[in-house]
C-alpha cells in the first residue's frame, strides 16, 4: 500500500532556490543549476514525444527510482505513454522500495524498445551506470540526462545537471512542476524516497533550509513520512543481521590510511549472503553501520555480487574526496559517497584503495558535496 493520500500540489518555494512559477532568481540559484532555456526545452521535448521511456541506474536506490517513478507518474497523468525501467536481469526492487507507487509502469529491460524516441535518465553520473540498458539509452533519439552528481560526464543530447541538489528528487520535484502536473500524493511518496535516500535522512552536508522546505511541501500532501522511513532505514530480514555481524567481525582498521586520518573497511563475501538468503541489495545498508568508527574518516564496503564481481561502496566524513578515488577504479559518486566495481581479489583493491587516499586528502572540505546512499 503506497504510504500516502491524494492531494494537490500547493504553491511554495522549491528545494533548489528556484520560484514556482519557474522564473529564477539570479540570486538564490546556483551557477551550475540549469538555466530555463534548458528547461524549457526538457519540457518541450517531453511533451511532445509519442513514447517515453524513463530510466534508473542499475540497482537503483530511493533517489533513482523514486525519481524516474516520480516523473512517470506525473507524465502519465497528463496522458503520455510512459515506461520506466533500469538494466537489470532479472529486474528486482529492492526490498527497502517495495512500497513505491507506480511499480506498474515498470518493465524488463527487453521491454524497452532498440531505438528508443526518448529516454531521460535519472540520477545516472555515467552512461556505464544504465548496465544493460547502455546502448539503447545511446541509440535514443533524444537522451535526456537528469542528475546531481559533479562527476556526471554529460553523455546525454541534453542535460539537467545541478551539483548544488541534495538529491536528483530536486530536479524531479521542478522537471514535474514544469510539465505542469498535480503533486499527487503518489509522485509526493516517490519524491521524498529519493530527497531522505540520499540527505541520509537529512543528517548530510549538502541539506539546506530548502530541502526541509520541499520536505514539508511534499508532507502536507498527507504521505506518511513514518513509513517510509521505516521501510528505507529501519526494516530488514534477520538473515541480514547475521551477514552485518559477519561484516563487522571482518571489518579491520587501518589508523595510518588517509594520511594518519584511518580507513576501515569490510568484505561481504556472496557465499555469506547466500548461507542467509540474502540479495546484493539487502545489504546496502552495511556501510551505514561501518562508516559509524570514529576511529576512521574513510569506511569501505566490498560487497561480492552473484557473479563474482566486488561491488565498492565507500564514505569520507569530510576530509577526502572519494569521487576522485573511485574515478580510478573506473566509478565516481560524490566527493563524500562514491562507489566503484573491480574484480581484482578483495586484498588487492582495499590495498590500491588505500594508497589512493593520501593524494585525495583534502584542505576543506567542498560546501557543494552531497553525499547519497546511491554507491
Known amino acids: 500500500m503506497t504510504p500516502g493520500v491524494a492531494a494537490d500540489r500547493e504553491p511554495g518555494p522549491t528545494a533548489g532556490g528556484k520560484s514556482r512559477t519557474g522564473d529564477f532568481d539570479a540570486r538564490t540559484v546556483p551557477p551550475t543549476a540549469p538555466g530555463a532555456a534548458e528547461w524549457d526545452e526538457a519540457v518541450r521535448l517531453l511533451l511532445t514525444a509519442g513514447d517515453i521511456t524513463l530510466l534508473a541506474h542499475v540497482s537503483p536506490d530511493g533517489d533513482a527510482l523514486g525519481s524516474a517513478l516520480a516523473v512517470g507518474l506525473a507524465l502519465r497523468e ?7 525501467s533500469y538494466g537489470d536481469d532479472p529486474l528486482v526492487v ?6 513505491l507507487p507506480g511499480q506498474d509502469l515498470l518493465v524488463a529491460h527487453a521491454e524497452v524498445p532498440e531505438e528508443p524516441e526518448l529516454v531521460a535518465v535519472f540520477d545516472a553520473a555515467g552512461s556505464a551506470r544504465l548496465g544493460l540498458l547502455e546502448a539503447k539509452a545511446k541509440a535514443a533519439g533524444t537522451l535526456l540526462v537528469v542528475d546531481h552528481h559533479a562527476s556526471n560526464t554529460r553523455f546525454g543530447t541534453h542535460h539537467l545537471i545541478d551539483v548544488e541538489a541534495p538529491a536528483t528528487a530536486v530536479l524531479a520535484d521542478e522537471l514535474i512542476t514544469r ?3 498535480t503533486l499527487t500524493a503518489d509522485i509526493a511518496t516517490a519524491l521524498y524516497t529519493g530527497l531522505v535516500t540520499d540527505t541520509g535522512s537529512f543528517k548530510y552536508v549538502g541539506t539546506t533550509p530548502e530541502t526541509h522546505t520541499f520536505a514539508a511541501r511534499l508532507m502536507a500532501t498527507g504521505i506518511r513520512h513514518d513509513l517510509i522511513q521505516r521501510a528505507i532505514w529501519d526494516t530488514c530480514r534477520f538473515g ?3 551477514v552485518l ?12 590510511a588517509a594520511g594518519g586520518l584511518g580507513l576501515v573497511s569490510t568484505v561481504i563475501t556472496r557465499a555469506e549472503r547466500a548461507a542467509h538468503g540474502i540479495r546484493l541489495d539487502e545489504i546496502e545498508g552495511v556501510i551505514d553501520v561501518v562508516r559509524k568508527s570514529g576511529e576512521a574518516e574513510v569506511a569501505l564496503v566490498l560487497k561480492e555480487d552473484d557473479d563474482g564481481a ?3 561502496s565507500a564514505r569520507s566524513k569530510g576530509a577526502v574526496d572519494l569521487g576522485r578515488v573511485c574515478a580510478a577504479f573506473g566509478g565516481g559518486g560524490h566527493a563524500f559517497a ?8 578483495p586484498a588487492e583493491v582495499v590495498a590500491r584503495f588505500r594508497d589512493l587516499l593520501a593524494d585525495a586528502l583534502l584542505p576543506v572540505a567542498p560546501a557543494h558535496a552531497t553525499p547519497g546512499d546511491d554507491a
Request: glycine share 8%; no cysteine.
Open 78 to 84: 497528463l496522458g503520455r505513454t510512459v515506461r520506466v
Open 94 to 99: 529492492p526490498s527497502s522500495l517495495e512500497f
Open 179 to 181: 510539465l505542469g502536473a
Open 240 to 242: 541480514y543481521l547475521k
Open 245 to 256: 555481524a559477519t561484516a563487522l567481525a571482518a571489518a579491520r582498521l587501518d589508523a595510518d
Open 310 to 312: 566486488l561491488r565498492a
Open 338 to 345: 562514491a562507489g566503484f566495481t573491480a574484480y581484482d581479489p
